[in-house]
């Protein structure tokens, strides 16, 4: 028996003494501030307490380690402080997913006790192990210092109170999530709830010759194991093409290590992965198909019609007559490697059984689509599945394909409780879809004026197993090929292949990273080759209203990229070491394809609002835009009087939160509804109009998927940028300066937030991302393994805000989602380039060689 004090009180603990603290404070005592990132691998701080008045890391800290000893989590410290902390970090923009800002909060408790009074370094020293895929950092130590002012002082934290457009409105329940008490789906408890664990296959390409799972039946706590047969509906699923398995068949060929073989059912999770472990499979390993290169040739199909999922060719102009007339040329092959989203929540969803189905709570960024596939999977109809969204920990794109979801509404769907499946960290980097590698070749001129003449282009993206959205996102890859500038004649073609790799799909900026990282590169070669000044060069070619992107689309409003040129310039002009780069990024799916979003308005006693939408709250603040449009186009001065809320249940159709459209769309449809009850408004209260229901909706249905140059609408609106990198006299990256067109800029706080996040994950991109595979596995399943940058790994960020009103947005706004990580790894790539002389062609960067 251990005893220990937990928030003040004796508890007795009679257990297994080598069970994590995490697992006991959240499975046992049901305390779940303290969150589960990294799967007991010390690696991200989400689970940080504190035990006898020091940080430690409940994930990797066994009961027997804290006998005797004084335990406290959130959940144990005073309110008042408690709300100092909560505020400060909402009142600065330092939450946005919030799964991490509990580990943070905490840390910066057993801080402050030490030093009342921090200068920034020091709270960036004390803060340098946890970590934040959102924000960039920069949010949180102001947050810190602000904490710190506001205890020394006894002082409240102000919000905004302004319920409006332009203002910093604080973020929906962001309080509550800095505090843990804004439930995730892991946070999520009913009764009589079972768990659930999946078996992975153990080879990429494998035939599977017999599933034994005999001793995993016999054992403790196992209620069910599921396999491919016991699929009732449809087994295959896919964003796009449904060519992705719930379950392989025994008899069938595995495609890649995520293929999940067989599904365990039992009272605990750990009685679930044990039984996993007892599965028996007995294969026929076959050779994979690794290299993307070889797959339009090679004899191993991944899938029957073959081994090329799509491609984007553009061709416009003469571009070999121009080049023959060029003054100067540039061309290279480029390539980047796969990185991970690295979110903090790994997946993880719930399924309780209802009258008349199931009903799913889930994270997923588009629950209307996820919706239908289950439906599909099951049998069912579209009315007997449910989903909910609930907040979800960071994205990034890393959750618009299911995972666990399906699994969880099939064994809900035979055993009739409630089924929570997770996966594991290691799990979550070998089973979702990744951004893709690539590889480039590009070749650029220009005419003896520095004004760019053609580009040739070849791209190549792996997409793995499964095609999730590899086609669109070497589409994306494709139409941005000629990046922030015009060309007189292009001819690009992209490619998306399938291969036994990990999949490979939707990630922040969607295949234009990989683009823009190949094209800035040959920018500056051709400024060397030409002379030419690279901020010069750049601005005289940029795009601008009647200039014409890659496929054709002539610009005219809203661009604003020259603006963020003239933004950086005087900071370019005195920095000794630097780099530039631009970029473009469409906001909106577009390329033809229908979008819709409706929204549905309900008044309720005493003037309360539910707003319900379709629409993914990830970190980026979607519920909070909604708010303050609403407020703005209803002239409704108490934001809090309106809740957000996602289901299907609604009709509200929106989704999937992708391509930086979220605000765009929903803020459109809102506005629409808006009309009605402004109206109203003029003569009765918000509380008169109690009981009444008001409905909006969005749909651009006006874009193209091809075209003839100079007609073609590609996509509704687009977002620019120009980052500068700067490099101090050691060669050490200094500072990232950040300029962005966001048409009109909604809401300061949450737009800086995105922005900064986006640089932080553009420098991981550039240094140090990459997720390690050799062979179609894993070489490793710790999160650290992925790269991703703490806060003492990250330069100086500075943000600018550049607004070009446009007119397809609400009230002139456009999303930023994507376009804060796209021109970072390029601009340092350039600076790089600038110090040591050296053209780096391949993600992540060699470091630069230090002057003598």
């Not at 921090?118 to 020293?125: F, G, L, Q, W, Y």
């Not at 053609?454 to 494709?478: E, F, K, N, Q, W």
Request: one cysteine or more; aromatic letters at 6%.
């Amino acid at each position: 028996m251990i005893e220990l004090t937990l928030n003040g009180k004796l508890q007795q603990f009679l257990g297994d003494e080598s069970i994590s603290l995490l697992s006991w404070l959240r499975n046992v005592k049901n305390l779940t501030a303290a969150k589960d990132g990294c799967s007991g691998q010390a690696a991200c701080g989400a689970c940080l307490v504190e035990v006898d008045e020091k940080a430690v890391l409940a994930c990797v800290t066994p009961m027997k380690k804290v006998a005797g000893k004084k335990v406290v989590t959130l959940e144990g410290l005073p309110e008042s402080f408690l709300q100092t902390l909560g505020r400060a970090f909402v009142a600065k923009g330092a939450v946005q997913c919030g799964f991490c800002t509990p580990g943070f909060l905490t840390r910066t408790k057993i801080f402050l006790q030490i030093n009342q009074n921090p200068t920034r370094a020091e709270v960036e020293k004390a803060l340098r192990f946890n970590l934040c895929r959102c924000t960039g950092y920069v949010k949180i130590v102001d947050a810190v210092l602000e904490a710190a002012a506001a205890l020394r002082g006894k002082t409240e934290i102000p919000f905004e109170e302004k319920a409006a457009i332009a203002v910093s409105s604080p973020k929906f329940k962001a309080v509550d999530r800095a505090l843990g008490r804004k439930p995730f789906v892991d946070d999520l408890r009913f009764e009589g709830m079972l768990h659930g664990a999946l078996k992975f296959s153990d080879h990429p390409r494998a035939r599977v010759l017999s599933i034994d799972v005999s001793a995993a039946e016999k054992m403790a706590g196992v209620r069910r194991v599921l396999l491919a047969t016991d699929i009732p509906g449809q087994r295959n699923s896919g964003l796009i093409i449904e060519d992705w398995p719930l379950m392989i068949e025994v008899g069938e060929i595995t495609r890649y290590i995520g293929d999940v073989l067989a599904s365990v059912v039992a009272e605990t999770e750990a009685q679930a992965r044990a039984a996993v472990e007892a599965i028996v499979v007995e294969y026929e390993v076959l050779e994979a198909l690794i290299d993307m290169t070889q797959a339009l040739e090679s004899d191993i199909k991944v899938h029957e019609q073959g081994n090329l999922l799509g491609e984007k060719i553009i061709r416009r102009g003469n571009v070999e007559a121009l080049f023959e007339s060029s003054s100067f040329i540039a061309s290279g092959t480029f390539t980047t490697p796969a990185i991970d989203h690295g979110f903090l929540e790994v997946e993880c969803c719930v399924v309780i059984p209802t009258d008349s189905g199931i009903k799913v709570f889930s994270q997923s960024q588009g629950p209307y689509r996820e919706r239908d596939e289950i439906a599909h999977q099951l049998g069912l109809s579209q009315e007997q599945v449910e989903v909910e969204v609930v907040d979800c920990g960071g994205a990034f794109g890393g959750k618009e394909d299911m995972t666990v979801q399906g699994h969880a509404a099939l064994a809900c769907h035979y055993l009739k409780v409630p089924v929570k499946y997770k996966l594991t960290r290691p799990q979550s980097i070998r089973m979702h879809p990744k951004r893709h590698p690539t590889i480039l070749k590009y070749e650029i001129g220009c005419d003896e004026k520095g004004m760019l003449t053609a580009l040739h282009a070849r791209i190549l993206g792996d997409t793995g197993a499964y095609a999730s959205v590899g086609g669109p996102v070497m589409d994306r890859a494709g139409t941005h090929a000629c990046g922030g500038y015009h060309f007189e004649a292009v001819d690009i073609e992209a490619r998306s292949v399938y291969t036994n790799n990990i999949p490979c799909g939707a990630m922040r900026g969607f295949g234009v990273n990989q683009a823009t990282f190949a094209l800035e590169s040959l920018i500056d070669e051709l400024c060397a080759r030409g002379g030419f000044d690279r901020w010069q060069f750049r601005y005289d070619n940029a795009l601008d209203i009647g200039k014409m992107l890659a496929p054709g689309q002539v610009l005219t409003a809203s661009v604003g990229l020259r603006e963020t040129l003239l933004s950086v310039k005087d900071a370019y002009e005195k920095a000794r070491y630097k780099g530039l780069a631009c970029a473009i990024k469409n906001c909106g799916v577009g390329n033809g394809l229908t979008e819709e979003s409706k929204v549905i308005i309900e008044v309720h006693e005493g003037g309360r609002i539910t707003l319900h939408h379709g629409w993914t709250e990830m970190g980026q603040g979607v519920h909070t835009i909604a708010r303050q449009v609403l407020c703005e186009a209803t002239g409704i001065t108490d934001i809090d009087m309106i809740t957000p809320f996602v289901s299907t249940a609604s009709g509200a159709v929106g989704g999937p939160t992708t391509a930086s459209r979220g605000t765009l769309l929903l803020g459109r449809a809102i506005i629409d509804a808006a009309e009605e009850l402004k109206e109203d408004l003029q003569n009765h209260s918000l509380a008169e109009l109690a009981g009444k229901t008001y409905r909006g909706e969005f749909i651009c249905d006006y874009t193209d998927a091809d075209g003839k140059p100079g007609e073609i609408i590609s996509h509704i609106s687009y977002g620019y940028a120009t980052n500068l990198a700067i490099l101090d006299e050691e060669g050490r990256l200094e500072k990232i300066i950040a300029s962005h067109d966001a048409g009109r800029i909604l809401n300061p706080k949450l737009f800086e937030g995105q922005i900064e996040g986006g640089v932080a994950m553009g420098v991981g991109y550039a240094l140090t991302e990459k997720v390690p595979v050799k062979d179609g596995k894993l070489t490793s399943g710790k999160y650290r393994a992925l790269g991703i940058p703490k806060m003492g790994n990250l330069p100086e960020i500075e943000v600018i805000g550049v607004e070009s009103d446009d007119p397809e947005g609400p009230f002139g706004a456009k999303g930023v989602g994507e376009i804060g990580c796209i021109a970072t790894a390029p601009a340092i790539a350039n600076a790089f380039c600038d110090y040591d002389g050296k053209r780096r062609f391949s993600l992540p960067l060699d470091p630069v060689a230090k002057k003598n």
